[in-house]
């Protein structure tokens, strides 16, 4: 039995427009709902989102849809604002030593998360472990959706890899992504030598060539399988000994599709739940690790039910709930 931590904040945060599809802005509330149902009742601070894409079009030029121009940035005004509050929110419950399980609809809320821990100490400071089916390394140069959820990692590091631009972007997308950049402070990048990604197995050829250029810490399926999940969160972990604060971020689509489809981006090869528990269990037993993120659990997807049992039982060995 793993016993929960008496100094946990619990943050939610609703956005969903950082992603392809919707629905994942019903993810926490959905787990929440569940917790209470079973009489198990999870005092939240919720950052809600009733932006709706499209309905600021006119407040601001960086969101009008210009026909002869594809957006490499949507939504990226209102994801700004609404990334920097919830920075502001995981800094300030930081602020007093707690541990944060942030419960989040999209990945691009990534951004806000490890931001509000990069406003509390330095970012040389942050590893951060991404625990995904995707790198989510595209930029507005790279990216081919413009969905911010596939650059949430990109936002963290100093390197837009302009090298494998694909996109006109223009002036006023370039400005917007360096201020969400900026969130976390000016000139506060995360180091590339101080990221993980575990299980990611769906990329594309840009990613693949940042990952490479900065000899980024990647741990595939293979090695999970070949090597055993336990050797590899201590490959992790010592790949991240010189950092003293960690962010963890559980994408549930970093689990095998045979256990549940009710995600965006869903991908074979992932982990199993055992794999998943572990993980989860080993990196929470980590006095460093200040953040753990669940995200892109969409209940409007096939298998809820199952995807939302498989989350409860993640949580289960977190010591946060």
């Not at 009742?41 to 006119?58: Q, R």
């Not at 060539?209 to 490959?235: F, M, R, W, Y």
């Amino acid at each position: 039995m793993v016993m929960k931590e008496k100094s946990v904040s619990i943050i939610v945060s609703e956005w969903e427009n950082g992603a392809g599809k919707l629905g994942s802005g019903l993810g926490p509330k959905t787990l929440i709902q569940s917790y209470e149902n079973e009489g198990h009742t999870l005092n939240c601070e919720t950052l809600h989102s009733d932006f709706v894409s499209g309905k600021i079009a006119t407040q601001n030029s960086t969101q009008t849809n210009i026909a002869s121009h594809r957006s490499n940035l949507k939504n990226g005004q209102a994801l700004l604002e609404h990334q920097t509050a919830f920075a502001k929110k995981v800094a300030h419950q930081l602020s007093k030593k707690h541990r944060c399980l942030l419960l989040t609809a999209d990945h691009s809320n990534g951004i806000g998360g490890v931001s509000g821990l990069c406003l509390t100490t330095d970012a040389k400071n942050v590893g951060v472990i991404w625990i995904d089916a995707h790198y989510d390394l595209h930029s507005p140069y790279t990216t081919p959706s413009g969905n911010s959820h596939g650059m949430a990692v990109n936002a963290l590091i100093d390197d837009n890899n302009p090298e494998h631009s694909e996109q006109a972007v223009t002036p006023e997308e370039a400005n917007l992504w360096e201020s969400i950049k900026e969130i976390k402070g000016l000139g506060n990048a995360i180091p590339a030598a101080n990221l993980v990604f575990l299980g990611v197995r769906d990329f594309e050829e840009p990613e693949e060539a940042l990952v490479e250029k900065h000899n980024i810490c990647s741990i595939q399926p293979n090695e999970i399988n070949t090597q055993g999940i336990d050797a590899c969160i201590e490959k992790a972990l010592a790949h991240l000994a010189h950092c003293t604060h960690l962010y963890v971020s559980f994408d549930v689509d970093s689990i095998d599709p045979s256990i549940s489809t009710a995600t965006g981006t869903p991908v074979d090869g992932g982990l199993t739940l055992d794999q998943s528990k572990a993980v989860i269990q080993q990196l929470m037993a980590d006095d460093r690790t200040r953040c753990l993120e669940i995200t892109e659990f969409n209940p409007t997807l096939p298998q809820p039910n199952e995807m939302l049992a498989a989350v409860k039982e993640i949580l289960s060995v977190s010591g946060l709930v």
